[in-house]
């Protein structure tokens, strides 16, 4: 089953352009990967990973970033056989042929981003109040209107800001990976890692910090949402996907191979700053440097949460399940400028009005059912059709049954983590 996107356009009959413009290529979409991807995450969950896997920490990374692949696969073939807005929306309606459902999941998705985006505008204001000591509501509600301008930019605009900023936040990364690994040996934590796989005991921290790792890795699967704005959907989104899924892995595990290495797990956990922390005992710099490129980190975390919402709000209100007005593009950018305009007012609301504490986890359950109601949605696809359609990206049907599995996994721990506690 393929879906393709609306073609509203009336070329040279001088009727308005409509729907969304396809000018992203691959570098843009891995940017735009990377951006979402990596942020505020992996600099304040080494810590806390730290402290609950030690030396096994990056193992833990690594068994993320293998459980988020079978999802990966499952968004590749469906961003391929249905390559529009409001992704997920548009899966859940392919396999079951219910409204009400495909509107939910999209509404889920909204939620979801909007949640995330609040909460790190708040934590973002934190990092730009280190360098301007203003109210934090002013910081706030700045941070998310600034960012708001540039979001209702054409797409490849946007996206440009945001892999700059990506830049700058994988630059920083990259500052620790080479000073650890020309003043490191990052062999001797592989070797202290080894006798602890065949150790029972050591598994449960290690399963553990991968579920805390996951929701480093949360945010490639979002490169669906600008599909129907690539050049080329089913070359491009596919790879773009893998790429940004496999850079990830990389750096992370080496970021937190070296982070042990550096600094012993103990010390990282209770660090409130932990890569912070390695970053000056690598390479002798002030912390404000490394502060400064986590203001970047944030700060792309919520301009790309940003386009996420208006393409869902755009998808949605283009078949009909949300008001039209959120369909409509403008004229010279071709960028849905008042879905885009109603996700700046819900970050907002967030970020002023509801006490956030709690909100990131609910970001992250959310997250889980999507990827738990889009594996399903491809088993149901896979299994109704008698020969899939030619021109996609197919992965085996065992993938999908795999994803429910790992990500209803993934979901009942936490759930059974947070009941203990």
């Known amino acids: 089953m393929t879906i393709e996107p609306s073609r509203r356009s009336n070329a040279g009959t001088g009727a308005a352009v409509t729907g969304l413009a396809r000018s992203l290529g691959l570098t843009h979409a891995v940017l735009y990967g990377l951006g979402i991807t990596i942020g505020a995450g992996i600099y304040v969950l080494v810590g806390i990973a730290a ?33 529009v807005a409001a992704s997920e929306a548009a899966y859940a309606e392919a396999a079951f042929p219910r409204k009400r459902v495909a509107l939910a999941v999209g509404l889920l998705s909204v939620i979801t981003s909007a949640i995330s985006a609040a909460t790190i505008a708040v934590g973002a204001a934190g990092y ?76 449960p921290g290690v399963a553990s910090a991968a579920l805390l790792a996951v929701f480093a890795f949360i945010g490639f699967e979002h490169l669906v949402n600008i599909s129907e704005e690539m050049k080329d959907q089913r070359n491009t989104l596919p790879r773009a996907l893998f790429i940004t899924l496999a850079l990830t892995g990389f750096i992370y595990v080496v970021i937190v191979l070296i982070a042990v290495s550096a600094v012993p ?37 919520i301009l ?91 992965c085996p049907f065992w993938v999908p049954v795999a994803g429910v599995v790992t990500s209803s996994a993934l979901l009942v721990v936490d759930i059974a983590r947070r009941a203990w506690v």
Request: glycine share 8%; no cysteine.
């Open 265 to 301: 797990p103990a010390e990282l956990a209770g660090s409130p700053a932990p890569l912070a922390l390695v970053f000056q005992r690598l390479t002798g710099w002030p912390l404000w440097l490394m502060s400064a490129i986590a203001v970047a980190a944030t700060l792309n975390g």
């Open 304 to 394: 790309v949460n940003m386009i996420i919402i208006a393409r869902v709000l755009y998808g949605l209100a283009d078949r009909g399940q949300l008001p039209k007005v959120l369909a409509e593009v403008d004229s010279e950018t071709r960028a849905p400028v008042r879905a885009t305009l109603l996700a700046i007012a819900a970050i907002l609301l967030l970020a002023l009005a509801v006490p956030l504490a709690g909100l990131a986890d609910l970001a992250s359950i959310g997250t889980l059912l999507i990827f738990v109601l889009v594996n399903i949605a491809l088993i149901v696809i896979k299994w109704r059709e008698e020969s899939p359609p030619v021109d996609i990206f197919l």
């Open 51 to 83: 402290g609950r896997a030690g030396i096994h920490t990056p193992l833990a990374f690594l068994v993320a970033a293998a459980v988020m692949a079978f999802s990966a696969a499952t968004f590749a073939e469906l961003g391929t056989r249905i390559p």
């Open 128 to 203: 730009v109040g280190v360098f301007l000591p203003w109210p934090k509501p002013v910081l706030v509600t700045g941070i998310i209107l600034v960012l708001g301008a540039i979001a209702t930019r054409a797409t490849r605009q946007a996206v440009s800001v945001a892999g700059l900023m990506t830049i700058i936040e994988v630059a920083g990364l990259l500052i620790i990976i080479v000073a650890g690994l020309w003043r490191l040996d990052l062999g001797a934590p592989i070797r202290a890692m080894a006798p602890g796989l065949v150790d029972a005991s050591v598994w």
